[in-house]
């Protein structure tokens, strides 16, 4: 798998309805965190209340790190460990949020 396949295509599907609050909650906080600048969702009000899985949680926190440091090191290892609990337009929803959230 090349990293051409982590980027995103105009897909019309947002990440709120593709993957967990919770997990999108958890990737804003960190990209908060990591770059000091407050990150606007406003899908956070949605009504999805479930906790999400912490696996996926950690997974998905680790990517945005990634991302964040440099997009240039995520390996097919990474993708390989991604697509074992995402599924690709989760793992390309994952990604457009961490670029969207992140760019200047």
């Not at 000091?36 to 899908?43: M, R």
């Not at 097919?76 to 994952?94: N, V």
């Amino acid at each position: 798998m090349d990293k051409s396949s982590v980027h995103t295509s105009d897909s019309g599907f947002y990440a709120a309805n593709m993957l967990p609050s919770a997990l999108l909650l958890a990737v804003k906080e960190t990209i908060a965190k990591r770059t000091g600048k407050p990150v606007v969702f406003s899908e956070m009000d949605s009504d999805d209340e479930q906790p999400g899985d912490p696996a996926h949680i950690a997974l998905a926190v680790a990517y945005a790190n990634l991302l964040i440091d440099d997009p240039e090191t995520v390996t097919p290892h990474h993708l390989k460990m991604l697509r074992s609990h995402f599924s690709i337009e989760q793992i390309h929803e994952l990604t457009r949020f961490i670029k969207e959230k992140t760019s200047v």
